[in-house]
């Protein structure tokens, strides 16, 4: 099963430093997103493609985070100048929207932390 | 943006049916319901997706009223591998991401 693969599955940086994150989504899917999750919260938008194109950012993202999707295939998520804040887990999903039917599947995510 | 609003948490044994409720007063003409189960450090998984009336699948029911203003995940005969997170979303299935929301979720404990 080759389902979604996010690397690394944990990172701990210091404040100031730049990190990547790339998210391999199931091969026919179209669509994948960004999601920032929080202890007792659930998953907050990011962004989200549909093959390279990126369609959408959360209004709340700052510009400290950009993502990209080369190729349709993999993406990375690169958060620059870390902050204590941005420590959180960083999901990925991927879903193939089909008429009135479209169902994420997330990855294990990447942890980060912020010191 | 549709709001959702779910309980907080909610307790069960195993073998009983447990219906949660999330409800969504502002749903859109466009947003479809979908639901989410997470388990501590894994993302979340899908459980199921409706527009209307009710969807029934090998894990559980979906149930819409007609005026969509709420919806109810039930979930018949838990066992202890169903405590989760269940997070209920409402939003577009073509407008993207921004449409998507989800809650803070209903912590569901079972016990035997």
């Known amino acids: 099963d080759t389902g979604v693969s996010q690397d690394p599955r944990h990172k701990i940086t210091k404040r100031g430093q730049n990190v990547t994150f790339r998210c391999d989504p199931i091969s026919e899917h179209n669509r994948l997103y960004w999601y920032r999750q929080t202890l007792g919260q659930g998953p907050e938008f990011l962004t989200y493609?549909?093959?390279?194109?990126?369609?959408?950012k959360s209004r709340l993202l700052s510009d400290r985070f950009s993502a990209e999707r080369p190729k349709g295939s993999f993406s990375t998520l690169e958060i620059q100048r870390t902050e204590q804040g941005d420590s959180a887990m960083y999901l990925c999903?991927?879903?193939?929207?089909?008429?009135?039917?479209?169902?994420?599947?997330f990855g294990p995510g990447t942890r980060l932390t912020v010191t | 943006l549709a709001k959702t609003t779910q309980p907080i948490s909610m307790d069960s044994y195993e073998g009983q049916e447990v219906n949660i409720t999330c409800s969504h007063n502002?749903?859109?003409?466009?947003?479809?319901i979908t639901w989410y189960q997470q388990f501590p450090s894994q993302g979340p998984r899908f459980i199921i997706q409706g527009y209307k009336t009710k969807v029934t699948n090998e894990v559980a029911s979906l149930f819409i009223p007609a005026d969509r203003k709420s919806s109810t995940l039930s979930l018949p005969r838990v066992s202890l591998s169903d405590t989760a997170v269940y997070y209920c979303l409402v939003g577009e299935l073509t407008g993207g991401g921004n449409k998507l929301t989800f809650g803070t979720g209903t912590q569901l404990k079972v016990e035997l």
């Open positions: 502002n749903i859109a003409t466009n947003d479809y």
């Open positions: 493609f549909q093959n390279e194109a990126q369609l959408e």
């Open positions: 999903a991927s879903s193939y929207l089909a008429g009135d039917y479209d169902e994420q599947y």
